[in-house]
């Protein structure tokens, strides 16, 4: 079964730009959460999507949003980039992100690794 | 207080060892947690699962779940170099959300 894909793997962007980012979840599995990550701050959730319904949502500005289309692809937009934006965005899917309390467990696509000049 | 603590580490031990990786979170009725490595620019890869209290065995792995004390751990018998990486602690905060928060990481080093 093939895992979790990011598209793209690299970016470089510079400030005031937007970006798009995709991922593409396990066959199956219907909840994509995203995730950043850095250096100083370690990997933080930014929100998380399943049935096309963004389902909770992290501390982050709302330049950050997504987005989940009926085949449980995601796409993630930062837009008015920053500097600070630099990353490595991270895309995780599991079969029902969790019901009743329990949580599945997720597993986590290669990244895009985000630069902004 | 940190929702998810680690220790940053280094941990380092010696191959062959047995290495132990602590993780604390602050929400009492949390009811899932995983344990992910992940290697130097690589993305985190799951190595376990617990829900239950009690310990949780997979091969060279061992997960112990101590709800009471609101504590998490890692056991890694016959530690390999090939296990240096950072690992990561990761619960559902707040449970009943979709929401998974990880811990800073431990980074171990396995002396050769």
């Known amino acids: 079964k093939a895992g979790v894909t990011q598209t793209p793997r690299y970016l470089i962007k510079t400030r005031g730009q937007q970006v798009t980012l995709s991922c593409s979840p396990i066959?199956?599995?219907?909840?994509v959460s995203w995730y950043q990550q850095t250096p100083g701050q370690g990997l933080q959730f930014l929100f998380e999507?399943?049935?096309?319904?963004?389902?909770n949502k992290g501390n982050f500005p709302g330049r950050f949003s997504g987005r989940q289309f009926s085949n449980s692809r995601s796409e993630m937009n930062v837009s008015t980039l920053e500097l600070g934006d630099s990353a490595l965005y991270l895309c995780a899917s599991s079969l029902t992100g969790g019901l009743a309390g329990v949580s599945t467990e997720q597993f986590f696509g290669p990244g895009t690794r985000l630069t902004v000049l | 207080q940190k929702e998810v603590e680690q220790n940053s580490g280094p941990l380092s031990v010696p191959e062959g060892a047995i290495a132990s990786l602590n993780c604390t979170y602050s929400?009492?009725?949390?009811?899932?947690f995983f344990w992910y490595r992940q290697y130097s620019g690589k993305s985190p890869e799951l190595i376990m699962s617990i829900y239950s209290n009690g310990d949780k065995e997979d091969g060279r792995f061992t997960a112990q779940l101590n709800k009471a004390s609101q504590y998490v751990s890692l056991l890694i018998r016959d530690s390999q170099p090939s296990d240096s990486a950072t690992y990561l602690c990761a619960v559902n905060i707040p449970p009943g959300t979709y929401k998974y928060i990880f811990g800073t990481g431990t980074r171990l080093k396995v002396l050769a």
């Open positions: 066959s199956g599995h219907r909840s």
């Open positions: 929400d009492r009725v949390s009811q899932s």
């Open positions: 999507y399943f049935s096309e319904t963004q389902r």
